[in-house]
């Protein structure tokens, strides 16, 4: 019994740290400005993305070949992400008012791999001309 109730605190703290983690990597990614390549390559008219263009964002940033150590970042995004999810089925029913924040914190999850594909194409770009000269 001890145990469990271990466990079960120690699962619970976990999961707070991932969340303050994956929201503290979602709020970093807002800071950037995406480039007019990275949009147009995109598809993005508006400032802000919707949170159901998500999956093919990522779609695009796996088809984009990655610097060193950027996988970690797409991976914890990946994962709030289906986090926010599964938080949106529960919650929404008991608390109407939280689904406003959780589908604005999606559209930050999809802002963050737009993010992590314009630099990705930067990269790419850098090391093309690198190639080149």
Known sequence: MIAAMIFLISFLALLQFFVSYGHSVVAASREHELSEEAREICGLRAKSIAGD???RLMALAALCPEPEGG?????????Y???LGLARTLLTRAIPSAESWIDAE???CAYAVAVVLDRRIAYNRMMAQRAGH
């Open 81 to 83: 992400f289906q986090m």
């Open 106 to 108: 999606r559209g930050g």
């Open 71 to 79: 996988r970690l970042q797409v991976r914890v995004v990946a994962l």
């Open 53 to 55: 263009q998500f999956r």
